[in-house]
């Protein structure tokens, strides 16, 4: 397998799976907004967390003075000058699977063409404005669509293990990120109905968590949601099942992994997946809830680039006293990874 193909697989899944977790987060909020009451109200407060959550709160002020649900919801979904909007993810995803048109089934690049086409026509806009949810859903049902396909047409060989790893880690890393809006929240139910007990259902409904949340508690009581949502072995979106599937997919490359390469992605996950299995929510909120967040989201981005030093950079055509850093182009691919962790490292390292 070229590492070309590799590696737009794998940046086409994170993309789509990048795109779904914004339009769920965009969502969500929208319905937490409701259930409040504050239409109208202070929206600072319900929007500036999103834009903490994407790690997109700078880009935004360069743009933008104070933050506003229109402003919020137009640069995060169809801003072309962010490049995590949804709009960018998608069109990012799409030529990401151009690149390796005849590696796909025609279903895949036929659902990848149509939402990007939708999303680059005025129509888009105009539903986005006037109908919102339907421009939501329309996104989501694309998303659960390419994913479907996917299960049904792609081989269970190294094609499926990097759509799998780049679907998992995404949604992992994104996982975390949802959480640490809530971070500084209060850990214990409030007295009476307010905004705190709403935003923790609100984060259930952003991971569609919640239907299955309350098999296991009526409440959203806070500790018993982060348990669920980091430590779940079950619940698809939880941190500890998508390192499960990471890990899965490693075991089914490591023949593939260079022998001379500096760093074990399979080494990595194993670590971190065995750091889950055997960590609990009370040691998690006794570290700090954002402070372990911090730590986990590192451990993701080291695990991205060990992935992309061993399969991406041909590790084993590099002399042993050359140190393994990002001074070769990506060998053809296109994935504008524009604002990548991966890539800040590899330019520190350079550094």
Known sequence: MLSRVADCIYWMARYVERAENLTRLLLANRQLILDAGAAGGNEDAFWRPLLISTGDEEGYFKLHDEVTGDQVSEYLAESRSNPNSILNCIRAARENARMIRDQLSDEIWQCLNDIHLYLGSPRSSRQRQNDPNAFYEQILTASYLFQGIARSTVCRGENWMFLQIGTYLERADKTSRLVDACSG??????P???AAPLRWASLLHSCSAYSDFREISTKPDPV????????SEEFPRSVRFCLNEVDRALIQLRPLQSRGATSDPLRESGKLRSELDFTTVEEIIQEGVHQFIDRLQTRLNSLGLSIFQTFILYADLLPIDVPLVATAIFPGAWH????EDERQQQQQQQQ
Request: glycine letters at 14%.
């Open 185 to 190: 929240l209060p850990l214990t139910m409030a």
């Open 192 to 194: 009476s109905p307010g």
């Open 224 to 231: 018993r949601i982060l348990d669920f949502l980091f430590l």
């Open 336 to 339: 504008d990874g524009s604002g």
